[in-house]
């Protein structure tokens, strides 16, 4: 059973350009929702984190929009540098699951 | 920034050899996990641990993998009779709380069994 949906499993952007990626949840008890950014060789870094009481949330160049009744939650990375090229993790947590749940994850490359 | 630490970052072992994986969560942190990446997939969970004691496992964390806070800075893990299929990277994460907070992850620790 698939609880974390992610889409694309992989996108190319150009530099400056809007990254997008998606995710959907099943379970409505979940009530934290993290990114996490991985490099080659590295582990998950925590990037940015939402919780249901908000619906966007952002920090510099990276905005969670996060849509409760749709249980959708995305990531956009405005003005997209090739030092973003990494693997980007939509995860959930919940105050009665200890665990992060983490999706299939995304390819990200920006190019030039 | 305090960060989790891990060694070794690289393992080689003979299937059926036991190994020991290690981390040093952040420092007022309690709460302490486990996590498997095969390559080119997603993160799992295998273990959650606290108050010395486990607090949740899942289906991977079988009689063959085992947990331990030896000391009030490391955490260990594991792993009895070594598979080939228990190939792939560790992370080690922690957390000042429990459900619904922030967890940490260290660079792992790749490990190879051969």
């Known amino acids: 059973q698939q609880q974390v949906k992610q889409s694309p499993q992989s996108l190319i952007v150009q530099k400056g350009g809007i990254s997008i990626i998606n995710c959907a949840y099943e379970?409505?008890?979940?009530?934290?929702f993290p990114w996490y950014q991985q490099f080659p060789g590295k582990g998950p870094a925590l990037l940015i984190a939402?919780?249901?009481?908000?619906s966007e949330k952002k920090e510099g160049r990276f905005t969670i929009s996060f849509n409760k009744s749709a249980k959708q939650f995305s990531l956009h990375i405005m003005d997209s540098q090739p030092g973003d090229s990494a693997t980007y993790f939509c995860?959930?947590?919940?105050?009665?699951?200890?665990?992060?749940?983490f999706g299939p994850g995304t390819s990200l490359s920006v190019i030039p | 920034e305090p960060e989790v630490t891990q060694t070794p970052s690289h393992q080689v072992t003979q299937m059926g050899q036991e190994v020991i994986l290690r981390c040093v969560p952040i420092?007022?942190?309690?709460?302490f996990y486990w996590y498997r990446q095969i390559l080119g997939q997603k993160v799992e969970f295998l273990v959650s641990?606290?108050?010395?004691?486990?607090?949740?496992k899942s289906e991977i964390f079988d009689d063959q993998f085992s947990v331990e806070r030896p000391d009030g800075s490391n955490f260990t893990l594991k792993i009895r009779s070594t598979k080939l299929e228990d190939s792939a990277m560790y992370f080690c994460?922690?957390?000042?709380?429990?459900?619904?907070?922030?967890?940490?992850f260290g660079d792992g620790t790749r490990l190879s069994i051969l």
């Open positions: 420092s007022n942190h309690l709460y």
């Open positions: 994460a922690s957390s000042a709380g429990g459900g619904g907070q922030p967890q940490h």
């Open positions: 939402i919780r249901p009481d908000v």
């Open positions: 379970n409505t008890a979940f009530d934290y």
């Open positions: 641990f606290y108050n010395n004691e486990i607090s949740e």
């Open positions: 995860a959930v947590q919940g105050t009665s699951y200890d665990k992060v749940i």
